[in-house]
């Protein structure tokens, strides 16, 4: 059996998943993984990591808006879990919460380590976020987001590390 | 549903309200970028009063400002690099800009090596990873330098530079030819990093048994067990005889003592005895029990 055909669709792995039970909440995620340095990724990670992201965003956007920094637990670590849960505690102490309407994402995996302790994605996201203070209205954004994300395997899932809005140089 | 319609219908009034800016609503003008870490300000145009958002990955403030003046930003307001939306609000009428809060230099790095123990001259067995952040743990996304200096523990020390892409270098090394510790440091010029790991002796290489009489049988012992480089296989390291006789076969598993293995075998009439040391075998012995 060649590498090649061991690590199905190495070459071209465009996974998109529909996930079945949960597909009315959770927000649709697509990774490629063309070209993925410097080891290619096997078809049950990618399969993984697609899935465990796109409930890190569904956590994501319940616990902004709900103003709920333990609703990260399960999908977030690291400097993303310390940064969102700061921005959750400064929403809640100064009135804010933040919508996020889902509409998708590309992602396109970048880096996959030899040991395979870590991943970087870079997200095309089509996202709507919308900011109230109180019931108030104060900002909506609607335009493609770019995000860098870092994700590490955990005992049973893949952990978001690390996201970043990329900035516009990297467009 | 119920919940949903009011958001909606919450979000259009809002958006209602964002629309229809008069011409003479405030107005922002923040730096197009900014450091990490660095205070900066934001001019605001307009008069009165207004409520200042600025809304960040790690943050968000809010604040009264008088419109026309100065918002200053202190340096521990912006320590999270990533895109941050500047609100300001007076009245009914809201206005926003976005920039960009982006890293510093390169101050530390995170250095992951792999695995923890690798066997001798082994090509492309040490897996190393370096992050590199600027001094508040942000990715530095612009290239740099990281230096991966080697130190084994005999033979001259070595170095692989590779420029970080987002934040990331890698490199992959084969093992030295010397068992014992072997130190990788990932150095940035401003950080480094160092992570140790084990070389440990490869497989057994001219694996030889010899035999000699025992009192209840015959003592099979192997020589020094060693690898291909002359490393000492350690102790515990299980060592399988085979012994086939007219009783039929035997195999007795004995660790490693001292550099040998040693075991003793009753032994009826003729026998054939084989080692072997994991994947390795080694010679084969014809012995007889009455001797």
């Known amino acids: 059996m060649t590498l090649r055909s061991r690590f199905l669709g190495t ?12 597909a009315q909440s959770l927000p649709q995620v697509s990774l490629n993984a063309d070209n993925l340095s410097p080891r290619p990724i096997e078809q049950l990670t990618g399969t993984n990591i697609t899935r465990n992201y796109s409930m890190a965003w569904h956590a994501m956007a319940l616990a902004l808006e709900q103003n709920r920094p333990d609703l990260l637990n399960d999908q977030f670590t690291g400097f993303a879990k310390d940064h969102l849960s700061q921005r959750i505690a400064d929403q809640r102490r100064n009135g804010l919460r ?44 609607d335009a493609p987001h770019r995000y860098l994300v870092l994700m590490t395997p955990g005992a049973d899932r893949w952990y978001v590390r690390d996201l970043e809005r990329a900035p516009d140089k990297e467009r | 549903m119920v919940r949903g319609l009011c958001i909606y219908f919450v979000g259009l009034l809002g958006m209602g309200a964002l629309a229809s800016q008069s011409a003479d609503a405030a107005a922002l003008h923040p730096p197009p970028s900014v450091q990490a870490g660095q205070a900066f300000v934001i001019q605001t145009e ?25 918002v200053s930003i202190a340096a521990d307001e912006v320590t999270t690099a990533g895109r941050y939306q500047a609100i300001i609000c007076a009245a009914n009428d809201c206005t926003h800009t976005a920039f960009d809060v982006v890293s510093g230099p390169p101050a530390r790095v995170s250095f992951f090596l792999h695995p923890s123990r690798v066997p001798v001259s082994t090509p492309n067995v040490i897996d190393g990873t370096a992050f590199v952040f600027d001094r508040y743990y942000n990715p530095v996304l612009h290239p740099a330098k990281v230096d991966f200096q080697i130190a084994p523990v005999s033979g001259a020390p070595f170095s692989r530079v ?5 934040g990331v270098a890698w490199v992959r090394l084969g093992s030295s030819g010397k068992e014992g510790p072997l130190r990788v440091t990932a150095d ?45 296989l350690p102790d515990g390291t299980i060592v ?38 994991g994947v390795v075998l080694g010679n084969e012995l014809s012995v007889a029990g009455n001797r």
Do not use: W
Request: charged fraction near 25%; proline fraction near 4%; aromatic fraction near 4%.
């Open chain 2, 240 to 277: 399988s005889f085979t012994k086939v006789d007219a009783s039929g076969m035997t195999t007795v598993d004995t660790p490693i003592k001292k550099g040998i293995a040693l075991t003793e075998l009753p032994v009826k009439g003729n026998a054939r005895v084989t080692v072997a040391c």
């Open chain 2, 46 to 70: 307009g008069s009165g009063e207004g409520t200042f958002y600025l809304l960040g990955p790690g943050s968000a403030m809010k604040r009264t400002v008088q419109l026309g003046s100065d």
């Open chain 1, 11 to 22: 070459s071209l792995l465009v996974i998109v998943i529909a996930l079945a039970a949960r």
């Open chain 2, 162 to 166: 590779d420029e970080s892409e987002r």
């Open chain 1, 98 to 141: 933040v919508q996020i309407i889902d509409k998708g994402h590309h992602v396109k995996a970048l880096f996959y380590s030899l040991d395979g302790g870590a991943m970087q994605l870079l997200d095309d996201a089509q996202i709507e976020v919308q900011v109230f203070d109180g019931s108030r209205l104060i900002y909506s954004d």
């Open chain 2, 188 to 232: 940035i010029g401003s950080a480094k990093e160092p992570r140790v790991i084990q070389q440990v002796a490869a497989e057994a290489c001219h694996l030889r048994v010899k035999a000699t009489p025992g009192k209840r049988g015959v003592v099979f012992e192997t020589d020094p067990v060693r690898d291909c480089s002359g490393n000492p």
